[in-house]
């Protein structure tokens, strides 16, 4: 065995061993401390997304907020990650996965779990945005939801509050970046317009 690969198998024989360290009885980290934004990172308009009394909150021109903290070195592929989520009147907003931090735009790598109650996006809360979509808020505005996405393998499932509102195979021969693959979280800042909140935002990561 050459020194390359003892190197890279220690490397993720840490990584592994962090995660074990921070996970509770369950499997379950959490990916946010509750005061700063420690361990994520916001793209073009940083001031869109703060902390509020112990909640993410996303209000402010387009940004994305992506995780690039140590949690398995900031990669996931096949995981469960969850989070209380709070919608005021009106915004728009999302939970990214498999993707990775871009400065300006839209990212372009990854799917969106959709989180919109009432904006005029005709794709509400729990869509697997433009792949599988939910034309139905699931719940209200102003009142605490559980969005919880599992990635196992093909298959890619969205629940609310425990009731799976999407389960999608991806099928084989995809392109482009709307894909399964690995990558990182982000939550989506939409519009000046649009006030979410998150708390609780915990990740299980599931065997490859």
Known sequence: MNNFILS????FACL????????????????????????WKASENKSSFSVVDGKIMAYGPRSHLFYVGKINGGKF????WKADVMTTRGSNSGMYFHTEYQEKGWPRKGYE???????????????LY???DNHKAPVKDDEWFTQHVIV???QITIKVNGKTVVDFTE????????KLSTGTFAFQGHDPKSKVFYRNILVKVLPE
């Not at 995660?19 to 401390?33: C, H, I, N, Q, R």
């Not at 084989?172 to 709307?178: D, F, P």
């Open 16 to 39: 592994s061993f962090s995660f074990a360290e921070d996970a509770d009885d369950e499997g379950w980290v959490s990916l946010f401390d509750g005061k700063t934004l420690e361990g």
């Open 152 to 154: 196992n393998g093909k």
């Open 113 to 127: 779990a959709q989180v919109n109650n009432t904006h005029r996006d005709p794709r509400k809360t729990a869509s």
């Open 130 to 132: 433009g792949v599988k």
């Open 8 to 11: 890279s198998a220690f490397f």
């Open 77 to 80: 592929e096949n995981f469960e």
């Open 171 to 178: 099928p084989e021969g995809v392109t482009g970046g709307r």
